[in-house]
């Protein structure tokens, strides 16, 4: 992990490490060394993961957590990963506060922290911005317009920022997995239990597969290594693609009749 300077602990932050795959890179970067705020909307969360792996919590809106997190590390942030999301479901008629919702944390968090991270960053020379996407983001998920449209959002935010600061010392990381054992899994519901359940895995397999791509200064993550073929056939034939995505639609349909 090649962040901050040589002789210092990397100050990481990760936002949404109450439960699940944030817990699980809080765990690991304070198991390799670094410090840690834990960050989560709920408070009693945050503390409980920080005093587990002996890290810092900030709790609160990740949207707005930079300054306070800067502050509790001493002044700087070599890390951050932006975790928080929501896994909102529905179609096109999903109220528009859910819309709005979806499209704040899981997009405008993002943009918030980089525009509060980067001027330091920059002037460093050095800065790492990790963001918990889903395979969601390079394909789609069916019963969850909300959630994959803001996620294909996040995915390509996180694209721009690492084409356009990369030659500057940025390195940018999304995270892309399917099903991962966590409280949004169970949230999914009968969609979740088709496409996700089958395949799902741990959240500490998803930490070890975002220290294996910073090792190798890697954008895409992918826990599940098959996405990347997923991902190529959405590319190459969306048509064949699309029809395939519709075939689980209609089968989660006659499932739930």
């Known amino acids: 992990m090649s962040t901050g ?22 765990r690991r970067f304070a198991a390799e060394g670094a410090r840690v705020v834990v960050n989560d909307l709920d408070a009693d969360k945050a503390r409980r993961t920080a005093e587990e792996i002996g ?43 859910v819309w709005a919702a979806a499209w704040d944390v899981n997009v405008m968090a993002h943009v918030r922290a980089a525009k509060e991270l ?19 983001g390079l394909l789609t998920m069916i019963g969850a317009a909300p959630y994959s449209v803001t996620k294909h959002g996040a995915l390509a935010f996180a694209e721009w920022l690492s084409l356009t600061y990369r030659h500057r010392g940025l390195k940018v990381h999304a995270i892309c997995p399917q099903g991962v054992r966590t409280d949004m899994l169970a949230a999914t519901g009968t969609a979740g239990d088709l496409v996700l359940r089958p395949t799902a895995i741990e959240p500490d397999q998803v930490a070890d597969a975002l220290f ?46």
């Open 5 to 26: 300077q040589p002789g210092h602990s990397p100050a990481v932050v990760v936002t949404g490490a109450g439960g699940g795959i944030g817990a699980a890179l809080a």
């Open 55 to 97: 890290a810092i919590a900030v709790p609160g809106d990740a949207s707005a957590v930079v300054p306070a997190a800067r502050d509790a590390l001493g002044g700087a942030i070599d890390v951050y990963c932006a975790n928080a999301g929501l896994g909102s479901g529905g179609s096109e008629a999903a109220p528009e506060d």
């Open 118 to 136: 980067l001027p330091d960053w920059l002037e460093r020379g050095e800065g790492r911005f990790v963001s918990t996407v889903s395979a969601a």
């Open 212 to 257: 294996a791509a910073m090792a190798e200064d890697r954008f895409l993550v992918l826990p599940h290594p098959e996405v990347a073929d997923y991902y190529t056939a959405r590319a190459a034939t969306p048509d064949r693609w699309l029809t395939s995505m519709n075939h689980l639609q209609q089968k989660w349909e006659a499932d739930a009749e």
